[in-house]
């Protein structure tokens, strides 16, 4: 089955650590995004990549950083530079950025905490 | 700017009664609008989209949706509700040409048996 899988499902962060969530997909969509998500919040953008080796910043990019190595996968590194990084992340991807009108698919999340 | 507002952060129904899940979007050009589902723990799940034509569009599950342009709304319908609809529902707006979805706060949505 095609889809979008995420790992790990559950993350710990200590302090001043750096962590990575895994972000793959087999839909061969070229574009794919990274949201956070916060108990009445609604989703915000994080980061998006149109294509391998291009990406660009969303609305809340400060102490994020992501990769496109390959088309398949998107890997975010929360940094101990946000220092608010309790929250779900979600990972999603579309066909292409603009001019398609087809909906964005979601993985099923990665809770990250702080210990 | 684009923006969407869900005005009820939760709505409760009794199960076999008309569910209704309100949106109202606001975009610069001609929107793509869009509804998905969460479950707990879950990834968002698409429901149904509207693009152009008719303004009443059918989905998933029984879901469906009237798009009405003068007052910029999406609001989501299912005629008779299941307990298994309780779940938290997002309705999302893309301005034709651009590459955000902007995604509204959600709406909790309990069916009682």
């Known amino acids: 089955d095609g889809g979008i899988t995420q790992s790990p499902k559950y993350l710990f962060r200590k302090e001043g650590q750096n962590v990575t969530l895994s972000c793959e997909q087999n839909?061969?969509?070229?574009?794919m995004y990274w949201y956070r998500q916060d108990p009445g919040q609604g989703l915000r953008l994080i980061y998006y990549?149109?294509?391998?080796?291009?990406?660009q910043k969303g609305d809340i990019a400060e102490g994020y950083s992501v990769s496109r190595e390959k088309k398949e996968s998107f890997p975010l590194t929360v940094t101990s530079a946000q220092k608010n990084p309790t929250a779900f992340y979600l990972c999603a991807s579309s066909i292409e950025l603009t001019g398609s009108n087809q909906p964005q698919h979601f993985g099923d999340g990665t809770r990250l905490s702080i210990l | 700017a684009q923006s969407v507002a869900q005005p009820e952060d939760q709505v409760n129904v009794a199960e076999g009664n008309p569910l209704t899940v309100k949106c109202t979007y606001s975009?610069?050009?001609?929107?793509?609008l869009f509804w998905y589902v969460q479950y707990p723990n879950r990834g968002l799940q698409f429901l149904l989209k509207?693009?152009?034509?008719?303004?009443l569009v059918k989905g998933s599950y029984g879901f469906e949706a009237e798009f009405n342009k003068s007052q910029t709304s999406f609001h989501l319908k299912k005629p008779s509700a299941l307990v298994s609809d309780s779940a938290l529902y997002f309705c999302a707006v893309r301005d034709r040409g651009d590459y955000k979805l902007s995604f509204g706060a959600g709406t909790t949505v309990t069916v009682r048996a």
């Open positions: 839909l061969n969509h070229d574009a």
């Open positions: 509207y693009i152009t034509g008719d303004n």
């Open positions: 990549s149109q294509i391998v080796n291009d990406f």
């Open positions: 975009v610069s050009g001609n929107p793509y």
